[in-house]
């Protein structure tokens, strides 16, 4: 029966050796045709191997556990097996119908590995996916002790591949470490942000955008990728210094970025404290006109019983909330933006505290001896704003 069973699952596995070889040469082939770019393994687009890697391990594990678990079950279901005691029979049994299995799944997965690096990622993915259902599996089931001896196989498989997959990932970041500014070629995107796009649109193509398997290996690529980036700069001599010609251009771009975004933080915002800046918006018009500040309050629009109702309609509790309500109109315009929604709602924060200083600043002018001022403090506003930062996902429901 062992040998039997050995002709079973290593014909399995060599047909899924054969099979993986013959995608890896014609991609290889076509790697040796391009122009001495040493990442061009790396490159998904450039052939079709890596995507047609997974359903092919995928093919030969289905293989493999159709063939272990149907025995599994046969064996507990023929010698009545259903208990602790019974499994540890079982699993011995099968541990010695299926000795040579183990050392072929390594085979299987080294050679792969070997073939090209990335392919650890689909056989990551695969396995997980295996022990996942693994685990999900009901346990009150009369066969519940079924694929014990598949799912022991597995773990260590997972691991060694982990381990592959980890060492990929110390063998770019020693080929950051490692690069050199070249002397021949002109300035330019350097190698190894190629390698690591590359090895990103990978992870994509594997895990997809949310998945979390691959974020401890991005972390450390990126953070020694920016670091090397500099020292590569520092040390070539072809790395170009600022241009004087383009000084006067780029003050212009970065006024007219401000511009734009003050633009843009106004018509978001609207007017928060509307009442307010309106009032103080007709006392700076009139100083503009030649008023004095000291003869303002007897202005009748602009006397001190006017500006104190004015202000009582915005004490600090009620601003707190125009601002939340602010904050929630503002993530919902920029809600497919994350990034600008910072970018912005800083901007308005910085608007709205300058406006408020505004107001401040003409009553010590115009109103320095009647007592009155905003029921906040430009510190009370601050802390608004940092209190509603810190707690975004109630103020996002609403």
């Given amino acids: 029966m062992q040998a039997f069973f050995y002709r079973l699952y290593h014909e399995i596995i060599q047909q899924g050796i054969q099979t993986i070889l013959s995608l890896t040469k014609s991609s290889k082939h076509d790697s040796n045709k391009n122009d001495g770019d040493n990442c061009s393994v790396l ?10 890697f997974k359903p092919v391990f995928e093919s030969r594990m289905d293989q493999l556990r159709s063939l272990v678990t149907s025995e599994e079950v046969f064996i507990m279901e ?3 097996l259903d208990n602790c005691k019974d499994e540890m029979d079982t699993f011995a049994c099968m541990k010695l119908l299926f000795s040579g299995l183990p050392d072929g799944m390594s085979e299987l997965i080294r050679l792969c590995e070997n073939q090209n690096a990335l392919f650890s990622m689909f056989i990551l993915q695969v396995l997980s996916q295996i022990a996942t259902e693994i685990n999900e599996k009901p346990k ?91 020292r590569v700069a520092s040390e070539s001599v072809k790395t170009p210094p600022e241009l004087p010609s383009l000084n006067d251009t780029r003050k212009e771009a970065k006024a007219r970025y401000q511009r734009a975004l003050q633009e843009y933080s106004m018509n978001c915002m609207g007017r928060p404290l509307e009442e307010l800046h309106n009032f103080f918006e007709q006392v ?11 003869a303002i309050c007897y202005q009748m629009a602009f006397q001190k019983h006017m500006l104190q109702k004015i202000i009582k309609e915005y004490p600090g509790k009620e601003v707190k909330k125009g601002l939340e ?22 901007s308005i924060q910085s608007e709205v505290t300058k406006q408020c200083m505004f107001y401040e600043e003409l009553i010590r002018k115009c109103y320095a001896d009647s007592g009155l001022s905003l029921d906040f403090t430009i510190d009370d506003l601050q802390r608004y704003f940092s209190e509603i930062a810190d707690a975004p996902k109630r103020h996002m429901m609403g």
């Avoid at 998904?44 to 995507?51: E, I, M």
């Fill in 325 to 346: 309500a602010l904050r929630r109109k503002v993530e919902k315009n920029l809600s497919d933006e994350g990034s600008l929604f910072l970018v912005v709602w800083r």
């Fill in 78 to 80: 023929f010698f009545c």
């Fill in 43 to 52: 490159v998904v687009s450039q052939s079709n191997a890596l995507k047609q």
């Fill in 140 to 230: 009150d089931s009369n066969k519940s002790l079924a694929g014990s001896f598949w799912s022991q196989l597995i773990k260590p498989c997972i691991a060694d591949t982990r381990a592959v997959l980890q060492k990929h990932v110390q063998s770019l970041n020693l080929l950051f470490r490692e690069s050199k500014p070249s002397r021949k070629a002109r300035c330019g995107v350097l190698n190894m942000t190629k390698v690591y796009e590359n090895f990103a649109e990978s992870s994509l193509l594997v895990f997809g955008s949310g998945a979390k398997i691959m974020e401890q290996a991005h972390s450390d690529l990126i953070c020694c990728l920016m670091n090397e980036l500099d």
């Fill in 284 to 294: 700076q018009s009139a100083l503009d006109s030649g008023v004095r500040p000291d």
